[in-house]
Each structure stands twice: as structure tokens, then as C-alpha cells.
């Protein structure tokens, strides 16, 4: 078993920048790929980005290319998200999630990943 917590979360103008944590534990050495996922009340849990755990390779979601960044320390089985020139329609909560293995995909989809985070709640006013 794998367990995640992040923080990190806030109230943000639009325009500024947070930064997300994703604490991994248990056995991390299982574990293939990381990402982030949002989720606001009413809509599906849709994909931010996704980092490989040995190689670094990242995908990230079309609506936040360019302002988001994963990163990872294997080190210390952490994983960030730097948000940066946030927006209101970023508001919702995120979840940090973490994969045993690839699932024959390239990490878009929420059944590609098999243990989940409680998430925190990121909040951008306009």
C-alpha cells in the first residue's frame, strides 16, 4: 500500500502563483507514475499532470501548460505542483495519485492510478 498527502492549498489572487506537495509513504518503491487531478463540485475528476517516477517524462493537461510544473524527489518520495499565473477557472480541489504501474496508458485517465490523496482545496479569486 501506498499513502499520499498533500498540502499546499489556499486563497490565491488570480494571477499568483502556489505550490502543491504530495508526500508519498508506505511502499514507495511500487510506485510508477504520480500526477495531479482537480475536481470541482458537479464535474468529473479531470487530469492536471502526471510525472514517471524513474524517468521524469511529464504530460500535462492542455488548460495548464505553460503555467503548471510537476517535479518529483525520488529522495524524498515527494511530488510538487508549482501553479503559477492562476486563474479562476483553477479553483477546485486537487488530488495527488499515484500508479503501481503504467495500466497500458499514459496516465490521463482516473483508473490509471490506484491510490488517491484526500486533497486540498485550491481557491483563485478574480
Known amino acids: 500500500q501506498v499513502q499520499l498527502v498533500e498540502s499546499g492549498g489556499g486563497l490565491v489572487q488570480a494571477g499568483g502563483s502556489l505550490r502543491l506537495s504530495c508526500a508519498a509513504s508506505?511502499?514507495?518503491?511500487?510506485?510508477?507514475?504520480m500526477g495531479w487531478f482537480r475536481q470541482t463540485p458537479g464535474k468529473e475528476r479531470e487530469f492536471v499532470a502526471n510525472?514517471?517516477?524513474?524517468?521524469?517524462?511529464?504530460l500535462y493537461a492542455r488548460s495548464v501548460e505553460g503555467r503548471f510544473t510537476i517535479s518529483r524527489d525520488n529522495a524524498k518520495n515527494m511530488v510538487y505542483l508549482e501553479m503559477n499565473n492562476l486563474k479562476p477557472e483553477d479553483t477546485a480541489v486537487y488530488y495527488c495519485?499515484?500508479?503501481?504501474?503504467?495500466?497500458?496508458?499514459?496516465?490521463?485517465?482516473?483508473?490509471?492510478?490506484?491510490?488517491w490523496g484526500q486533497g486540498p482545496q485550491v481557491t483563485v479569486s478574480s
Open positions: 508506505g511502499r514507495t518503491f511500487t510506485i510508477y507514475r
Open positions: 510525472i514517471a517516477r524513474s524517468t521524469g517524462f511529464t
Open positions: 495519485a499515484a500508479a503501481a504501474s503504467s495500466h497500458g496508458t499514459m496516465g490521463y485517465g482516473r483508473g490509471s492510478y490506484d491510490y
